[in-house]
């Protein structure tokens, strides 16, 4: 598995050239011309009209939260200040004294740090976002990330911000790392992309804020909500081998030439495995995110393909992919026009909304029809 820092890495880098290259961006969830899976949420998995044979099914569907919203776990969190926490900046740990945090910026290329800190009930402190930061009650923030995922320091700075919470994929680092010798706190946390990673994140933002006790609370009630969401999903998953989903997750930036194939340790793989999917990429050890080839994807021949929804608005649609690449035609997928797909700031975000990330992905792959 590739290390959490290598991740970051890669991940700056497809997304920082994809969006200067074709003007995408992770924003809003965008339209659809599938059914959206979302509007059923109040209806327990279980009770939705499944598919008899998702491996059959033919058209796209788009997965959509039910609650966009971050619920706080408290309102009124307990904090211990000067708090001096261990930094995994790029280059090596670093000690971080934070004396304040009275004005508080979480960055990072998912949203998922800026959602994690309004969840131990810090959002009335949160003083700027970044562009996949979309959720009510952080999305009337001003944007501190330029061109995509780039930092703007000028902007940061007019800020005043107590603190910075970061993670490596927004940058470059070397200003990120600037805004520190300007005299602001900042605090690199480094978890790996998976579920036990959102418990890890939780725990390290929440040191950073001097706020542990309230860290335990968001990890746990996350934890529990995860399990709950898997446990639902399981019940509802086909369990003969010859019957479960193979899932692809493919990143497309049409205009921008770039189309990549996620394997092991990017993210996507633990979707797949929680969906109850068989991952393709794993049966032919594609590790890390690398640039998809024709060869790769027939052989792997996936039954469906998850897809960010500007991704593959950007490829011209189910349509215009099938025709820039006619290998994915050749795919199972590709014949059933079977992709699903989720907004680009959710569906990779690990954090307080995992649990209904995991929720509205079920229902777009398993009950894609349900109203």
């Not at 049409?254 to 996507?268: D, M, N, P, T």
């Not at 024709?294 to 490829?315: C, K, Q, R, Y």
Request: net charge negative; hydrophobic share 45%; aromatic share 4%.
């Amino acid at each position: 598995m590739i290390s959490p820092l290598r991740r970051h890495a890669l991940i700056a880098a497809i997304a920082g050239a994809a969006i200067l290259l074709s003007g995408c961006s992770a924003t809003t969830p965008s339209s659809s011309t599938g059914p959206t899976a979302g509007a059923s949420a109040s209806v327990p998995l279980a009770d939705l009209p499944l598919l008899d044979d998702p491996r059959s099914y033919v058209g796209e569907s788009t997965a959509v939260l039910a609650q966009t919203a971050v619920e706080p776990v408290t309102d009124s969190p307990e904090q211990s200040l000067p708090v001096t926490v261990t930094s995994h900046d790029l280059s090596g740990d670093t000690d971080v004294t934070v004396t304040s945090t009275e004005r508080i910026l979480g960055v990072d290329i998912a949203g998922s740090i800026a959602a994690t800190v309004y969840g131990l009930g810090f959002g009335d402190r949160m003083i700027g976002r970044d562009i996949s930061t979309t959720f009510p009650g952080a999305v009337d923030l001003p944007v501190v990330t330029t061109g995509g995922h780039s930092i703007n320091s000028e902007a940061i700075l007019a800020l005043r911000p107590d603190v910075i919470v970061t993670d490596g994929t927004v940058g470059p680092i070397d200003v990120v790392l600037q805004l520190r010798e300007a005299g602001i706190a900042v605090v690199f946390v480094d978890t790996d992309p998976d579920l036990e990673g959102v418990s890890e994140l939780t725990h390290q933002v929440a040191a950073a804020l001097g706020a542990p006790e309230t860290g335990d609370l968001l990890a746990d009630r996350t934890a529990s909500e995860i399990t709950d969401t898997i446990d639902q999903i399981a019940a509802i998953a086909p369990t003969a081998d010859d019957d479960k989903l193979r899932i692809a997750f493919l990143y497309l930036r049409g205009s921008a030439g770039i189309y990549y194939l996620f394997g092991e340790g990017s993210g996507a793989d633990v979707l797949v495995d929680a969906l109850g999917g068989v991952d393709v990429a794993k049966e032919i050890d594609w590790t890390g995110m690398k640039p998809m080839t024709d060869e790769a994807l027939v052989a792997a021949n996936p039954d469906l393909i998850l897809v960010m929804t500007d991704g593959i608005e950007s490829a011209g649609g189910v349509d215009g992919l099938l025709e820039t690449k006619p290998a994915i035609g050749l795919t199972n997928a590709g014949k059933n026009r079977r992709f699903v797909d989720m907004a680009d700031g959710e569906i990779l975000s690990f954090g307080p909304r995992t649990p209904g990330v995991l929720d509205a992905l079920a229902r777009a792959v398993y009950a894609p029809e349900a109203e």
